[in-house]
């Protein structure tokens, strides 16, 4: 089945400490996108990559990382995360600019 | 600067009447247009897209936009609401300026009532 896979779907952490969001696609899309959804606020682009080793940033990139090593995955890395990075986060991927999205299920974050 | 903006966060319909969920945008660059819709709890699916063919655009479970430049919009409308079809909307622009910048509306929730 074609899809795009996040985990963990919920994650609780406290202020500082480094984690590590995954995302796979299994459609050999050469498009991804990482986004957090806020109540009031729609969906806002944090990092997306076009190809291997090409990322570039969204609107809202600050406390995040990303990398691209393989075109399957696309991890987001907070690397010392505080409380305004609760939020639910999804990844999407793409064959191509405007073919439209194929969107994992969500990861619900909550930073205490 | 690019913006998306959906002109109801709420639209409130019964079942089997129109439903109209209003986007416009705003950008310098030739868009790419999008309806996403999120049920609850869920993520989120593609409704249907504009890309510069067609203006007026079918979609899956009998949504239809129609792109109009003059106007800057992309309206979402179904002739017949159904119950399922309460979840939230979202317009997105993709800007076509050899990145791939994603800018989503704030969203719009529609209730469809019996």
């Known amino acids: 089945e074609a899809q795009v896979t996040q985990n963990p779907r919920y994650l609780i952490t406290v202020t500082g400490k480094k984690l590590t969001v995954t995302c796979s696609q299994n459609?050999?899309?050469?498009?991804m996108s990482w986004y957090r959804q806020d109540p009031g606020l729609g969906l806002r682009q944090i990092y997306y990559?076009?190809?291997?080793?090409?990322?570039d940033k969204g609107d809202v990139p600050e406390g995040y990382k990303v990398s691209r090593k393989e075109k399957r995955n696309f991890p987001l890395i907070l690397e010392s995360p505080s409380p305004n990075q609760t939020s639910l986060y999804f990844c999407?991927?793409?064959?191509?600019?405007?073919?439209?999205?194929?969107f994992g299920s969500g990861t619900r974050l909550t930073v205490v | 600067a690019q913006s998306v903006t959906q002109l109801d966060s709420h639209v409130s319909v019964s079942e089997g009447t129109p439903v109209l969920l209003r986007c416009n945008y705003s950008?310098?660059?030739?868009?790419?247009l999008f309806w996403y819709v999120q049920h609850p709890n869920k993520g989120l699916q593609l409704l249907l897209k504009?890309?510069?063919?067609?203006?007026l655009v079918k979609g899956i479970n009998g949504f239809e936009a129609e792109f109009k430049k003059s106007e800057t919009s992309f309206h979402l409308t179904k002739p017949s609401a159904h119950m399922s079809d309460a979840a939230e909307y979202f317009c997105?622009?993709?800007?076509?300026?050899?990145?791939?910048?994603?800018?989503f509306g704030a969203g719009t929730r529609l209730f469809v009532k019996a």
């Open positions: 999407a991927s793409s064959e191509r600019q405007n073919y439209g999205y194929t």
């Open positions: 459609m050999n899309h050469e498009y």
């Open positions: 990559s076009m190809n291997v080793e090409v990322t």
């Open positions: 950008s310098s660059y030739s868009p790419s």
């Open positions: 504009y890309t510069s063919a067609a203006t």
């Open positions: 997105v622009v993709i800007l076509n300026t050899g990145g791939f910048k994603t800018i």
